[in-house]
């Protein structure tokens, strides 16, 4: 089975801190993704991630970075988060099988900034 | 731009009625996905859509993909409560590498 873990399911940080969200995977896959996922908006992509060392802007990555130093972890950063940054957010890795994709998500963590 | 919109946003049903949500995407494309997210859970995947005319069923659900209409249908058959979740389509452009675009989920509850 795969699996996509993410360091923790709730978070409480208050405004201007540097925030990490760990992502990991262990089926090897070379893409991964951050989304946010807000009420009425649905999932939005912050940043996503090819292969080591690479990433690519989403939709929304302002106020966000990102890091994939190893395959198997992607983290995603806040730099100085902010109130508008508390949301739920889900990490996905997905491979490529024939015509299609497989994406797994983890079980999310749900963030607080107060 | 890729854009995907799902229709209702929200649904409220009684059990044993059937109904249908809906999934229009904005440009060419032959892979749709489902998935189904339970209420503070992550999200499952529940269909992969391939082709013009392709059919999935599993249970009481049913999908459908028409890409010269770029519409995608999720059927529900006399719905149990079990089914009440939230629901989002996903398209991707079919090239290697490009994201998955999700339209916005549609909330399903399903009274007793």
């Known amino acids: 089975d795969v699996k996509v873990t993410q360091s923790s399911r709730y978070l409480v940080k208050r405004t201007g801190e540097k925030v990490f969200l760990e992502c990991v995977q262990d089926?090897?896959?070379?893409?991964m993704f951050w989304y946010r996922q807000d009420p009425g908006l649905g999932l939005r992509l912050i940043y996503f991630?090819?292969?080591?060392?690479?990433?690519e802007k989403g939709d929304i990555p302002e106020g966000y970075s990102v890091s994939r130093e190893k395959k198997e972890r992607f983290s995603l950063i806040l730099e100085s988060a902010s109130t508008n940054q508390t949301s739920m957010y889900l990490c996905?890795?997905?491979?490529?099988?024939?015509?299609?994709?497989?994406?797994?998500f983890g079980p999310g963590t749900r963030l607080t900034v107060t | 731009e890729l854009k995907v919109e799902q229709n209702p946003l929200f649904l409220s049903m009684q059990e044993g009625k059937n109904y249908t949500i809906y999934c229009n995407y904005s440009?060419?494309?032959?892979?749709l996905y489902w998935y189904r997210q339970d209420p503070g859970k992550s999200l499952e995947s529940l269909f992969v859509?391939?082709?013009?005319?392709a059919v999935k069923q599993e249970g009481r659900l049913m999908a459908s993909l028409d890409t010269k209409a770029r519409l995608s249908t999720l059927h529900i058959t006399a719905a149990v409560h079990d089914l009440s979740a939230t629901y989002f389509c996903?398209?991707?452009?079919?090239?290697?590498?490009?994201?998955?675009?999700f339209g916005k989920g549609t909330r399903l509850h399903i009274l007793p």
């Open positions: 089926m090897d896959h070379e893409n």
């Open positions: 996903a398209v991707d452009m079919g090239h290697r590498d490009d994201k998955i675009i």
């Open positions: 996905a890795s997905r491979e490529l099988t024939g015509i299609h994709y497989e994406q797994y």
């Open positions: 859509l391939l082709s013009n005319g």
């Open positions: 991630s090819y292969d080591v060392k690479m990433k």
């Open positions: 440009t060419t494309s032959d892979r």
